[in-house]
């Protein structure tokens, strides 16, 4: 047993599983608020890599303007995504948002395959190039580096949410939207800003995912581990994200490593499958209690 | 006008086809679909069929997600069950064409009832993360056990009906279009009786189902079972009509394009399974008639494939924001206005 | 179904509750409720809001499993029997809420409730020609002449359930529950949210079907004048405990269950306001 290559391989799988946190937490975000499971995520962390793309490369824009240009831009779709097809659809079952963000997953690969088309392409390099060494276990810098910004924003948002009110507004517009309104929380409003930050988290997960791996039309399968992620975790759960982001971070590395590359996703699935049947709220969900 | 279509008898009254000016309809429906190979091109010929297998699975998904309220995005994998039975019978056993479509389609009810059973536990959009999950485990074993091919996947000899070879579209339409019309008067069939109530009982509410004598688990697993049999059945004779099938055959995005299908054409209705599956197979079509027309025509082609993308995309989008309940809900309009005619309400 | 159950007090009791608790992590929904309810007699289950009723009854359609207690039905223990099993032994019921099928028209929601006494399988279904059809003209020449003109829905009955007013709904509830061949008929607020005319309906249904088909009625209700008039015996439940069990009239002069509604005040006004109130009704 090669403890040396299994640290290695667990190092490299805890650090990529910080990115997943990331992702998922943009999913909770959206569930937190408004109870829509966003399958289009993988793709809105694709749109996040390509805007990057756009202003960093193809504009030639400093890193400290591309950045940020690329998450508000970020931003201003996901405003115009709730907007135009997730609002028209409240009071609907949860069947019908949720094939809304299949058709928005379509909709947003197609696009990237018409202006950027299906190549695979690089992003400008921005994080430091030096290996990271942990003992003598050796760890890619981007991913890292990468790991590294992903905690730092989990945190900030852990802590926005345990002192701002605005996190109990968020839990009150997902469980009664009718009595949230009434007493005086802005339920639109509260809807656009969920979405809102949900891309730019998205964005700026797909700018480090991107940056690790390269970016194409395809990438958006990201989002299929992610949602493993939030199932694991639980949907609604903050701290469920940033747990099961590192646990299914630690399987896909391991099962790329000692099974093989194709086993990757199979052995997500199986995860998710074993979880869905022993504990379907995943570990830190909130269970939901039908009543006859 | 319609007016007042009196029945005599509670039979006539739950008939599938109760009025004169219906059956009449039905009747010429009939004759264009004996006539139609006969006056049709190769492309419409193939057109026709790959339309019919379309619908035919379509209306598998429609029992389970239209019907029963159990959403899955595993049809594509069922259909590739059934597709790689075929295949594999016909390859190495050689058995007769109609029992290797039979089956395939209990290969993949196999699989459904697999599926199916978390569905107890699993609820709701758990049980469609499920069923992806479902997908990529199938997809995984398509490519990776040895039997089937691998990723090459597996190449097969025509299909053979009474010493006819059937190599053709024109040939293969009589084989597919009655089966799925046989598929299709079976799902009709089902919604009049306690089987297909339970079915809806289930999506509407399935705890007061339960209370009310209806065994859930029992009926969740029939649905499954039943609608992956149709699955199967489809596959099967798309693997006839294709006579290659590999992993890549039955992506998600098939799965995806299924369920895009029950909703544009109204879910929970067998009208809507039918003109959403013809809608969805036809639309790729049109685009690149539309896209052949336009001048420069031929440096604009690379963008066949993403604008196909978009607007299957837009459709889900459009359909469920502004038609949810689909083209079958337009057409009862439309049926109403003829009805009403020359009253308005 | 047949008027040789309709005389009561004679047989073993129908339903028997013995002892049953009902507990949901801490709270106990239900603590030890018993009561038996006699063939063929009308048997009211009142009591406060959150006392428990709704539990109860759903303990006793097989949605609950309780904690402890048992509950028999026919002489038989069904406390572990699923609920699909209990419906097919004649455990009809009707919801709180309504909870009628809005997929589907009047018609088909009530041939729903014969549910689990109908044959065809699925290859049956498919095929439809033959036991399929025969069991399906059979149903609806039943469900016409005994259920739908006796509760006067002939009007609607290809209406699809979410067109509906409350009052039919609660009809078309009523008639779904009347289908599924009941021994004894669980009927949970028949008449919450109805005007003067509505609840004289359907307490004359309910009469109606004890007299005509020998059901027996098991009832949660809050209208005191309808649980009076037409109740045989009632069962008063608090905080998921039966507080008091008896014939009408007893139960009515109980201070304690005046109290558990109307909390402690002067008991003797208030015994004076529940009869003026029952008198009017």
């Known amino acids: 047993m090669d ?69 508000l831009g970020a931003g201003l779709l996901g405003a115009v995504i709730e907007r135009t097809m997730i609002r028209p659809l409240l009071g609907e079952p949860p069947i019908s948002v949720f094939m809304v963000t299949v058709g928005l997953a379509s909709v947003l690969v197609g696009l990237v395959e018409v202006i950027w088309t299906a190549d695979q392409r690089r992003l400008p390099e921005f994080m430091p190039n030096q290996a990271i060494m942990i003992g003598d276990a050796f760890l890619a810098p981007k991913v890292f580096w990468g790991a590294v910004i992903a905690v730092v924003f989990i945190a900030a948002v852990l802590l926005v949410f345990r002192f701002w009110r605005g996190g109990v507004a968020l839990r009150a517009t997902a469980s009664d939207q009718a009595a949230a309104y009434s007493m005086g929380i802005n339920v639109p409003r509260v809807f656009s800003l969920a979405w809102v930050v949900s891309a730019m988290l998205a964005a700026l997960s797909g700018i480090i995912v991107g940056s690790i791996g390269g970016i194409s039309s395809s990438m958006g399968v990201f989002g299929l581990s992610v949602l493993v992620v939030v199932i694991v975790g639980g949907l609604d759960s903050v701290l469920g994200a940033l747990v099961g982001g590192l646990c299914i971070g630690l399987v896909e590395a391991l099962a790329g490593a000692y099974l093989g590359g194709e086993y990757k996703l199979l052995a997500t699935f199986i995860v998710l499958v074993a979880i869905l049947m022993v504990r379907p709220y995943g570990l830190f969900g909130t269970h939901e209690i039908e009543r006859l | 006008m319609r007016i007042g279509t009196l029945k005599e008898s509670y039979i006539a009254d739950a008939a599938l086809f109760d009025s004169r000016t219906q059956k009449v309809w039905l009747a010429i429906a009939a004759a264009l679909l004996l006539l139609f190979p006969f006056m049709a091109s190769d492309y419409w010929l193939y057109l026709a069929c790959l339309v019919s297998i379309n619908v035919a699975s379509a209306t598998g998904l429609n029992i389970l997600t239209g019907y029963t309220g159990l959403v899955s995005l595993g049809q594509a994998a069922f259909m590739g069950l059934g597709a790689y039975t075929v295949a594999i019978l016909q390859i190495n056993v050689g058995s007769p064409f109609l029992l290797n479509i039979l089956a395939g389609g209990f290969v993949a009810m196999l699989g459904g009832l697999i599926v199916g059973i978390p569905s107890l536990r699993v609820k709701g959009l758990y049980l469609a993360i499920a069923t992806i999950a479902a997908s990529f485990i199938a997809h995984f074993l398509f490519a990776n056990m040895k039997f089937t091919g691998g990723t090459g996947g597996l190449a097969l000899p025509p299909a053979s009906l009474f010493g006819l070879v059937l190599d053709t579209s024109f040939r293969l339409y009589w084989v597919i279009v009655p089966v799925t019309v046989l598929m299709l008067l079976g799902a009709a069939n089902l919604f009049r009786t306690r089987v297909g109530r339970a079915f809806i009982a289930i999506r509407d509410r399935d705890i007061s189902a339960e209370v009310l004598g209806i065994p859930l688990l029992r009926y969740k697993l029939l649905s499954f079972g039943l609608s992956s049999f149709y699955a199967g059945v489809a596959g099967g004779l798309w693997a006839y009509f294709f006579r290659v099938v590999t992993p890549e055959s039955f992506p998600l995005l098939m799965s995806i394009f299924f369920l895009a299908a029950i909703i544009v054409g109204g879910m929970g209705t067998i009208l809507g399974g039918i003109l959403g599956a013809v809608f969805m197979t036809m639309v790729p079509e049109l685009l690149k008639l539309v896209f052949d027309l336009l001048p420069d025509s031929t440096s604009l082609t690379v963008y066949l494939s993403p604008v196909r993308t978009i607007i299957f995309g837009l459709l889900i989008i459009g359909f469920l924001v502004f038609e949810p309940h689909g083209l079958a809900e337009v057409w009862r309009r439309i049926r109403r206005f003829f009805h009403l005619w020359p009253f308005r309400n | 179904m047949d008027p040789k159950h309709a005389s009561p007090g004679t047989r073993s009791p129908l339903l028997q509750v013995d002892g049953v608790t009902l507990a949901f992590g801490g709270v106990k929904a239900l603590s030890g409720v018993s009561f038996d309810v006699a063939p063929g007699s009308i048997t009211a289950v009142i009591g406060p809001n959150g006392a428990g009723k709704t539990s109860l009854f759903n303990t006793i359609s097989g949605f609950y499993h309780p904690t402890s207690g048992s509950v028999r039905y026919q002489g038989q223990d069904i406390t572990r029997l699923p609920a699909p099993k209990r419906a097919r032994m004649g455990l009809g019921r009707s919801f709180q809420n309504i909870a009628l099928f809005r997929g589907m028209t009047v018609l088909d929601n009530i041939k729903l409730g014969r549910h689990a006494h109908l044959k065809s399988n699925v290859l049956d279904a498919l095929f439809y020609l033959g036991r399929a059809r025969r ?41 779904r529950a009347l289908a599924m061949q009941p021994e004894i008929l669980m009927l949970d607020e028949p008449v919450a949210g109805m005007n003067r005319e509505e609840t004289e309906d359907m307490a004359r249904f309910i009469l109606d079907v004890r007299a005509e088909w020998g059901v027996t009625v098991l009832m949660v209700e809050h209208d005191m004048g309808m649980v009076m008039d037409l109740s045989d015996h009632v069962v008063v439940l608090n905080f998921g405990q039966v507080i008091a069990q008896g014939d009408p009239a007893t139960v009515q002069a109980n201070p304690e269950v005046i109290r558990a509604y109307l909390g402690s005040g002067d008991v003797g006004d208030l015994r004076r306001k529940l009869h003026a109130t029952t008198e009017v009704a």
């Not at chain 3, 069991?135 to 739908?148: C, D, G, Q, T, V």
């Open chain 1, 3 to 71: 403890w040396a290559y299994l640290f290695e391989i667990s190092l490299t799988g805890i650090a990529s599983g910080g990115l997943y946190a990331l992702a998922a937490l943009a999913f909770v975000m959206v569930y937190k608020a408004t109870r829509v499971v966003n399958i289009a995520i993988g793709e809105m962390l694709m749109i996040g890599a390509y805007l990057f793309f756009t202003f960093a490369s193809m504009l030639a824009l400093p890193l400290w303007l591309a950045i940020p240009a690329a998450v």
């Open chain 3, 135 to 175: 069991e399906e003209a059979e149903l609806r020449a039943e469900i016409e002449e005994r259920i739908i003109d006796f509760l006067e829905i002939d009007h609607i009955r290809h209406a699809p359930v979410s067109a509906l007013s409350y009052g039919l709904q609660k009809r078309v509830e009523m008639a």
